[in-house]
């Protein structure tokens, strides 16, 4: 699933360039070394060339930037594609402007090709981050899984361990809280109570990752506006039932 926008928004407030991003590669014990040489070998590729395009399309110079911002290897049976950056080029020379359309389209390609060469392999992954085009904050985020030999991005109930991990421990902080409540309002195409719901759903589905403090910080957030479905819920965690938010 998708997260709100108000939650990657604070995410990089709190933590600046604070991103989520992780693909992974599901296949045989037995080729998952191979597997994650073929794709760091190939994003190395790609990345590259689509260095060199947007520099002529864009007159820019991404010298900074001329290495792949991932690395896979093998790691708790799968294939983890981790990133060391965020995946965009610059389209300035003081990179206060960025283009994450070309970048993408490298992971795709790259991907494409791995499925193609393995087709014996499934990947799934989440791509979450926020970044600032002058005073702007841009949020952009993305899933994808594979359908056969090619990449699809629809939206799926999915939820991930990275991303309930690293937003628990970002829980942790009162900031947090104080930083999305601010953040739920001036979401482009989404109101202010549309987007407090979505932040509810997101807290139900990732309920099991909330740590043990987080509950004055729900209540918090959950006097903007709660909805009748979660107040039987946030008494039980009041009454110390850990079950939390689940069912």
Not at 188 to 212: M, Q, R, S
Request: aromatic residues 14%; glycine residues 6%.
């Amino acid at each position: 699933m998708k997260l709100p926008e108000s939650i990657l928004r604070t995410m990089y407030e709190m933590e600046r360039r604070k991103e989520l991003l992780e693909i992974s590669i599901f296949c045989e014990e037995s080729k998952r070394d191979e597997i994650a040489c073929f794709f760091n070998e190939t994003m190395k590729k790609y990345w590259i060339e689509a260095e060199k395009q947007v520099e002529e399309k864009y007159s820019c110079n991404n010298e900074d930037n001329n290495y792949a911002p991932t690395d896979a290897f093998s790691s708790d049976g799968k294939v983890m594609v981790y990133f060391i950056s965020r995946p965009v080029f610059y389209k300035s020379e003081d990179c206060s402007d960025v283009i994450s359309e070309e970048a993408n389209a490298v992971i795709e390609k790259t991907l494409v090709k791995l499925l193609r060469e393995y087709p014996e392999v499934s990947v799934e992954g989440y791509m979450g981050f926020c970044f600032e085009i002058g005073n702007e904050k841009k949020v952009y985020q993305y899933e994808l899984t594979s359908k056969g030999t090619e990449i699809s991005y629809g939206e799926t109930d999915r939820v991930y361990d990275f991303v309930g991990e690293t937003i628990s421990r970002a829980m942790e902080d009162y900031h947090f809280w104080d930083g999305l409540i601010e953040n739920v309002s001036g979401i482009w195409g989404c109101t202010e109570d549309e987007e407090t719901k979505n932040v509810f759903d997101f807290i139900h589905a990732y309920a099991k990752w909330l740590p043990e403090d987080a509950y004055e910080g729900v209540l918090t957030f959950a006097s903007k506006e709660i909805r009748p479905e979660l107040e039987e819920k946030l008494k039980k965690w009041e009454n110390g039932e850990k079950a939390l938010l689940e069912g």
